[in-house]
């Protein structure tokens, strides 16, 4: 059974820099899959922040790109998450998640964390 | 971006009634569409993929239809254990859009 969970800090300062990091169990960061980044803003709607295969090709959302870097660790199954110059805009349910290669879409998602902005 | 407009934001309805929730989408998808269920403070689950394929171990009385442009979920027997908040999501072209999500509420 997949499983994915999320880890790292719940709060960063203003301007500071966001750090996740998604161990993923039951199955393979190398097999067919898009492992993906979604958030959700206290009490509003989903965003989908970006995906990463496991050759290393991304994809990000363009309101985020410039901001968004996702990577990829084989040697601890794991995929991770870097946003950079955070504003209380930030603030959110950041999801970790898994886009098969026979649905397409996220099939698999971790429980999510909760990530404030604050000073 | 592709907009994804959901219809209604919220509804209240019965144990056994018939549900339909729609999306629209600012630009044709083809059929990729997926409808998530989201329960608070739980993450998304997903019940429909490709706009009308229903997720294993999804009951049956959940159903998707639609092509193009429109879509819709629908829940023939509304049980209690569906009252939540439905996202249809499309991902036919980056970036993935969700809809603003309907609030499925007890009458």
């Known amino acids: 059974q997949v499983q994915l969970q999320e880890s790292g800090p719940g709060l960063v300062k203003p301007s500071g820099t966001l750090s996740l990091t998604c161990a993923v169990s039951?199955?393979?960061?190398?097999?067919?899959?898009?492992w993906s980044w979604v958030r959700q803003p206290p009490g509003k709607g989903l965003e989908w922040i970006g995906e990463i295969y496991h050759s290393g090709s991304t994809n990000y959302n363009p309101s985020l790109k410039s901001r968004v870097t996702i990577s990829i660790d084989k040697s601890k199954n794991q995929f991770s998450l870097r946003l950079t110059s955070v504003t209380a805009a930030d603030t959110a349910l950041y999801y970790c998640?898994?886009?098969?290669?026979?649905?397409?879409?996220?099939?698999?998602w971790g429980q999510g964390t909760l990530v404030t902005v604050s000073s | 971006d592709i907009q994804m407009t959901q219809s209604p934001s919220t509804l209240s309805a019965s144990v056994g009634d018939r549900v339909t929730i729609t999306c629209r989408a600012s630009q044709s998808i083809s059929s990729w569409l997926a409808w998530y269920q989201q329960k608070p403070g739980k993450a998304p689950n997903l019940l429909i993929y490709k706009a009308s394929s229903l997720e294993s171990g999804v009951p049956s009385r959940f159903s998707g239809s639609g092509s193009g442009t429109e879509f819709t979920l629908t829940i023939s027997s509304l049980q209690p254990d569906d009252f939540a908040t439905y996202y249809c999501q499309q991902y036919n072209s980056y970036p993935w859009t969700f809809g603003q999500g309907t609030k499925v509420e007890i009458k």
């Open positions: 039951g199955d393979s960061i190398s097999s067919s899959n898009w």
């Open positions: 998640a898994r886009r098969g290669p026979v649905k397409l879409t996220i099939d698999y």
